[in-house]
């Protein structure tokens, strides 16, 4: 997201110069337009280079706003820089520990819940904000199920995300046992990945789940499939569900903190217990059961995923705090030269 976020951004128009950790294929896709890219260690203890070069950076390029992205770039971002007047904001993605953004100005948080957490540890409500992620809405045509050794007869789930423990793909595999009819892609890779592929031949369940490795498709996967299921334990966002939301594709999601925050059980998607897998098999009988109510929570989803999640809605509100964050920066300049 952080890549697709400064790509919008500088398709709105505003300057940015972007400072990465060295990888060189994400320089090349950051560098359109003249946007110019900044790479370095970000490394351990020992790493002298990366704060006195984000420094000689903000001196050069005088921003009005430095926006920080993970912890070790927020502890980067030095207090002043002499003749450089700047606001530090930080975007945090998880329930990180605020001792790393002490030099921040303002967190931005993209759940609510994540907003709420920062007021739990005393910061500032003023200064703490709700700015979501968004995807695109492009509309992909389905993949063939054939390539993948899927009969066209099943009902085909679609499970996304890295194979870890989090994401509760244990849980997704073992309601498969009450869902004969269905078969059931796994897209991700991650740690977990044999400890899931013996379950899957213990259970006896070879021929109707596919792992498909790492996937740079998934609005297409989303097209292919008739259900998204999110079977995460602990999940704060729940981006999968706006992915499939934005293709207008019904999802049941197991109720961690962000797909709880995103959904309206039995509106735009299904909420069921954690670590449960009758229950989730149950939530996806229901709606492949339910014709009207599967069109319901598909076309509901959609509505969600334009009202609040779109490409243009999110820029605008990132553009909104900005303006916010760095009102009077400029007259302070103009008194002072």
């Given at each position: 997201?952080?890549?697709?976020?400064?790509?919008?951004?500088?398709?709105s128009?505003?300057?940015?110069?972007?400072i990465?950790r060295?990888?060189v294929?994400?320089?090349?896709?950051?560098?359109?337009?003249?946007?110019?890219?900044?790479?370095?260690?970000?490394?351990?203890?020992?790493?002298f280079?990366t704060?006195?070069?984000?420094?000689?950076?903000?001196?050069?390029?005088?921003?009005?706003?430095?926006f920080?992205?993970?912890?070790?770039?927020?502890?980067?971002?030095?207090r002043?820089?002499p003749?450089?007047?700047?606001?530090?904001?930080a975007?945090?993605?998880?329930y990180?520990?605020?001792?790393?953004?002490?030099?921040?100005?303002?967190l931005?948080?993209?759940?609510?819940?994540l907003?709420?957490?920062?007021?739990?540890?005393r910061?500032?409500?003023?200064?703490?904000h709700?700015?979501?992620?968004?995807?695109?809405g492009?509309?992909?045509?389905?993949l063939?199920?054939?390539?993948?050794?899927?009969?066209?007869?099943?009902?085909?789930?679609?499970g996304?995300g890295?194979?870890h423990r989090?994401?509760g793909f244990?849980?997704?595999?073992?309601?498969?046992?009450q869902?004969?009819?269905c078969?059931?892609?796994?897209?991700?890779e991650?740690?977990?990945?044999?400890?899931?592929?013996?379950q899957?031949?213990r259970?006896?369940?070879?021929?109707?789940?596919?792992?498909?490795?790492?996937?740079?498709?998934?609005?297409?996967?989303?097209a292919?499939?008739?259900?998204f299921?999110?079977?995460?334990?602990h999940e704060?966002?729940?981006?999968?569900i706006?992915?499939?939301?934005?293709?207008?594709?019904?999802?049941?999601?197991?109720?961690?903190?962000?797909?709880?925050?995103?959904?309206?059980d039995?509106?735009?998607?299904?909420?069921v217990?954690?670590?449960?897998?009758?229950?989730?098999?149950?939530?996806?009988?229901?709606?492949?059961?339910?014709?009207?109510?599967?069109?319901?929570?598909?076309?509901a989803?959609?509505?969600?995923?334009?009202?609040?999640?779109?490409?243009?809605?999110?820029?605008?509100?990132?553009?909104?705090?900005?303006?916010?964050?760095?009102?009077?920066?400029?007259?302070?300049?103009?008194e002072?030269a």
């Amino acid at each position: 997201f952080f890549e697709r976020m400064i790509l919008a951004l500088n398709r709105s128009g505003l300057r940015q110069r972007v400072i990465i950790r060295h990888d060189v294929d994400r320089a090349a896709r950051l560098k359109t337009d003249g946007m110019e890219v900044v790479q370095v260690p970000f490394g351990g203890w020992f790493d002298f280079t990366t704060t006195k070069t984000i420094a000689q950076e903000i001196d050069r390029f005088e921003p009005d706003l430095v926006f920080s992205w993970m912890s070790r770039a927020a502890s980067r971002v030095p207090r002043d820089v002499p003749g450089t007047r700047f606001v530090h904001a930080a975007r945090m993605g998880g329930y990180y520990d605020l001792k790393y953004y002490t030099t921040c100005d303002h967190l931005v948080g993209n759940t609510r819940d994540l907003v709420r957490y920062f007021a739990d540890k005393r910061w500032p409500p003023e200064r703490a904000h709700y700015l979501p992620n968004f995807v695109s809405g492009e509309i992909q045509q389905p993949l063939r199920r054939a390539d993948f050794d899927t009969p066209e007869t099943h009902d085909l789930l679609l499970g996304l995300g890295r194979l870890h423990r989090n994401k509760g793909f244990d849980t997704l595999i073992n309601c498969m046992l009450q869902l004969p009819n269905c078969s059931l892609w796994l897209a991700g890779e991650g740690p977990e990945r044999w400890r899931l592929r013996r379950q899957v031949k213990r259970l006896g369940l070879e021929d109707r789940v596919r792992f498909l490795g790492w996937r740079n498709d998934v609005p297409a996967l989303l097209a292919s499939a008739d259900l998204f299921v999110c079977s995460s334990r602990h999940e704060p966002l729940g981006n999968m569900i706006i992915e499939a939301w934005a293709q207008t594709k019904p999802v049941v999601a197991a109720a961690a903190q962000g797909p709880t925050e995103l959904i309206r059980d039995g509106e735009n998607g299904l909420l069921v217990p954690l670590e449960n897998p009758a229950a989730l098999a149950s939530a996806i009988r229901r709606l492949l059961g339910d014709p009207l109510l599967y069109d319901a929570v598909a076309v509901a989803g959609r509505k969600a995923y334009e009202q609040d999640f779109t490409e243009s809605r999110v820029v605008e509100r990132y553009l909104e705090f900005i303006e916010r964050a760095t009102f009077g920066l400029h007259a302070v300049r103009v008194e002072e030269a």
